[in-house]
């Protein structure tokens, strides 16, 4: 069973960065793995995934802003995020799709970490 544990969260001030990581053990079958988030009262949101055969997407809301990216050697996910805003205030999740035949949906999350961005 995958087992996934984020870090990285935390509170910053508008305008400024954080940089969220994800560990991933246990894996099987890689399929992909990305960034949801939930602000209170919310729905949650997929914010960035990165799939096997090379499809990267951003939410509208932080294209230019946040980055994606893999280290497969340490099975390890990341992300970027500059020049953050008060509504990027979330919960962050990392996920994975570990699956035999790929689904393109996620099967495995982490127990989220806050960001808290502050005016």
């Known amino acids: 069973q995958v087992k996934l544990v984020e870090s990285g969260g935390g509170s910053v001030q508008a305008g400024g960065s954080l940089k969220l990581s994800c560990v991933a053990s246990g894996y099987n079958f890689r399929c992909g793995m990305g960034w949801y988030r939930q602000a209170p009262g919310k729905e949650r949101e997929m914010v960035s995934t990165?799939?096997?055969?090379?499809?990267?997407k951003y939410s509208d809301s932080v294209k230019g802003r946040f980055t994606i990216s893999q280290d497969n050697a340490r099975n390890t996910l990341s992300l970027q995020m500059n020049s953050l805003k008060t509504e990027d205030t979330a919960v962050y999740y990392c996920?994975?799709?570990?699956?035999?035949?790929?689904?393109?949906?996620?099967?495995?999350w982490g127990q989220g970490t806050q960001v808290t961005i502050s005016s």
């Open positions: 996920a994975a799709e570990d699956r035999r035949w790929c689904t393109y949906e996620f099967n495995y």
């Open positions: 990165i799939f096997n055969d090379g499809t990267i």
